[in-house]
Structure formats: structure tokens, C-alpha cells
């Protein structure tokens, strides 16, 4: 995948050789008192350099509460001229896009839920044309990294220069401790694709739970990505949405004066070090690849042996003593058991694939390809 997607980094309000980006501030607005209050502790924490509080809440079940709209605007202009703070909200439709310009808010987010759909991608990247204002992308609910690349290059070719992506995880099937499963690979594809665009973790709609916010956060910066949105709540118990992940000001200055921060690079020796290791690890790719190129064409030769012989591809007893014999050398070898089952069954499909492909063209007489 490429795209054409050039983000600059003029519109950065914050400072990231000194600290990641920090963004907090509560789930929802629910009164004027809870948004200036909650904004005024958390201008005292230095590295909060923006204040988020969702005023248009897409709620999965109709009833629940789904946020004050534009009565919460003046609010955020009020945190805005009070703490000094950027403020943000999250936009669904045109008219949230053009209540949000109206009263001064800097930066405006879209959903995850918004995001899976390239409709209400399109009108709201419509309605933002011709302003300068800073739009952050959230990940789509589903893991499809396509539709997260689709809406920043709508936004992108609506004239919004200053755009950054919120990771805040996918919904997974099978059980896991999160909320939505971070899926880190995603945000790192896209950082490849896109190594201008500032990706900023959302640990509190990844975790849905408070005790692992640390832990997320930790690895978001460990990983490179640039910033951290976190909800935070002067009374998070009593929060009217997401009451289970938000956290005080107080925790939070807690939580990220226990963050480690490492460096990209080192000193020149650590440097000249990495490089060795890395050349090591170049070649013994090279030997990976070809081993494993080795390996298809054997596979080719039975699949012509079997096709010759009318013997059927899969043979079930063949694949599960392999299986069972590979995971005990690899585990032995020191090698993670389901990183072992992934590999070899990879490696299983792609074999039964060429196999059939060579059974077809005898069939055809012709190649499977043409
Ligand atoms: C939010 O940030 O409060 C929110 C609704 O997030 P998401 O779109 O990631 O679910
Ligand atoms: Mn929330």
C-alpha cells in the first residue's frame, strides 16, 4: 500500500523531544462545573498540553446518554481561555463540525465508529474544508488498517494539514483483558506508511479498565508512538460514561510521572553494536528465505508426485505428526508455542496451496495463474 498523505509538523503544539503528547480530560461533558473543574487540574500537570471531553456520545444502545451538545461548547471555550489548554471533541456529522468551528475548538476527533464508514468520513471531511483546525483519525472498531489509511486521506484531501491518528484498539472475539484489543501491529503499519503522522495511544478505550492503563501507556511509548489520550474525571465513580476507565487528575499525574521514557538512538558505541547485530540478523533472514524457498519446491515435487500417483493433497496424519513433532523441537529450542503454531501453519497453508495449484493444472492443462 502507498498513499500520498504528507503531514507537516508545523501545527505541533507540543514539544516531543521533551515529552509525548498528552491529551486528558473526561469521557463526556457532563456539567460546567465537572468540565472546569476537572481543566483546571490538569493544567497543573506540565505534559497536558489538551483537554478532551466528548459533548456528541455515540452510544452503542439508543437511551443511554449521549452527550449535551452544544450547550457543553461554551464550557470548553471557557477551559480553553482559563487554562490556556487546546481542546477537543469528537465530530460525527456536518453540523458538529460547524458548532465545534463556531466556538473555538482546536481540535476535533473522529470516532471509531465513524471511522468504519466512508459516507460520514466523506461529509465530515466536506464540512472541514477550508479550516485549519487539527483533526486526529481514531482506528476503525474493526481491524482493517485500509479504512483507518481511507478516512486520513480524506481529511487529507479536504485541505487539513495538521491530521494525527488515535490508536484505541479493535474489537477481537476472543476473550481478552481489554476492552478492545490493541493489535499493535496496526498503529506500526501505519507509522511505516505514514512516518510524518503523529499516532497517539488511547490506553483508556484499549484497557476499559483503569488497573491497566500504566501498562498500555508504558508500551505505547515504548513502541514510538507519540502521545497518549486519557480520560480522566474529577469524580470518575460517578462518571455518566466509561465510569470504569477514567481516573483522577491526581492518578494521572501519578501514572505519568512513573512512565519510563527511552531513547531512539544511542551513543555512538551502542550504535555500532545494534548495527552488528542487525547485520547478523540480515543474513540469517537471507538463510531463512532461502531455506524456505528450498523447502516450497520439495513441496512442489510431491504435489506433482501426488497428482501423478491420484494420491489427495491434505494428509491429516502427515500434518499432525509434523505439527507435533516441530512444536516439540521448536519449544524446546526455546521458542513460544503459539508462535510456533502460527508459523507452521502458515507455512502448512501456503504448501497445501501450491499443491492444489499443481493438482488444477494438470487438470487444466494449463497454468492455475492464466
Ligand atoms: C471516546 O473517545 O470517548 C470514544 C467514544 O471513543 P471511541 O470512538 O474510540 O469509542
Ligand atoms: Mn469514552
Not at 157 to 164: E, F, L, Q, R, T
Not at 280 to 300: F, N, P, S, V, Y
Amino acid at each position: 500500500m502507498t498513499t500520498k498523505v504528507h503531514i507537516s509538523e508545523e501545527g505541533r503544539f507540543w514539544e516531543p523531544e521533551k515529552f509525548p503528547l498528552i491529551i486528558a480530560g473526561p469521557c463526556s461533558a457532563e456539567t460546567e462545573e465537572q468540565v472546569l473543574k476537572t481543566a483546571h487540574m490538569l493544567a497543573k500537570i506540565p505534559s497536558v498540553k489538551a483537554y478532551r471531553a466528548g459533548v456528541w456520545k455515540p452510544r452503542t444502545r439508543p437511551g443511554a446518554f449521549e452527550g449535551l451538545g452544544e450547550k457543553a461548547l461554551p464550557w470548553l471555550q471557557k477551559v480553553k481561555q482559563e487554562t490556556g489548554l487546546k481542546t477537543a471533541v469528537e465530530v460525527a456529522k456536518p453540523e458538529h463540525v460547524s458548532l465545534a468551528l463556531k466556538y473555538d475548538v482546536d481540535i476535533l476527533w473522529l470516532g471509531a465508529r465513524s471511522v468504519v464508514s466512508p459516507f460520514v468520513v466523506q461529509e465530515i471531511a466536506e464540512a472541514l474544508e477550508g479550516s485549519s483546525v487539527t483533526v486526529m483519525v481514531k482506528n476503525p472498531v474493526i481491524p482493517d488498517l485500509n479504512l483507518w489509511v481511507g478516512a486520513i486521506e480524506r481529511i487529507y484531501s479536504a485541505g487539513i494539514k495538521n491530521i494525527m491518528a488515535i490508536h484505541r484498539g479493535f474489537h477481537y472475539f476472543e476473550k481478552s483483558p481489554f476492552r478492545n484489543a490493541p493489535m499493535w501491529e496496526i498503529p506500526i503499519e501505519l507509522k511505516r506508511l505514514m512516518p510524518q503522522l503523529p499516532i497517539v495511544t488511547d490506553p483508556s478505550h484499549i484497557a476499559g479498565r483503569r488497573d491497566l492503563l500504566q501498562q498500555i501507556s508504558q508500551k505505547a511509548l515504548d513502541l514510538e508512538m507519540d502521545g497518549l489520550m486519557i480520560e480522566s474525571h474529577e469524580n470518575p465513580d460517578c462518571a455518566l460514561t466509561d465510569a470504569a476507565q477514567q481516573i483522577t487528575p491526581e492518578s494521572l499525574a501519578k501514572m505519568l510521572g512513573d512512565l519510563v521514557l527511552r531513547q531512539k538512538t544511542g551513543t555512538p558505541d551502542f550504535q555500532s553494536q545494534l548495527e552488528k547485530l542487525r547485520t547478523e540478523i540480515d543474513k540469517l533472514d537471507g538463510e531463512l528465505l532461502q531455506i524456505l524457498a528450498k523447502r516450497m519446491e520439495i513441496t512442489d515435487e510431491i504435489g506433482a508426485y501426488k497428482r501423478d500417483n491420484n494420491i489427495t493433497v491434505l494428509q491429516m496424519k502427515r500434518w499432525a505428526n509434523i505439527l507435533s513433532d516441530r512444536l516439540s523441537i521448536g519449544t524446546h529450542l526455546g521458542l513460544n508455542q503459539s508462535f510456533l503454531e502460527d508459523m507452521l501453519q502458515l507455512i502448512h497453508n501456503e504448501s497445501i496451496l501450491r499443491q492444489t495449484q499443481i493438482l488444477n493444472n494438470k487438470k487444466d492443462g494449463k497454468s492455475s495463474k492464466d
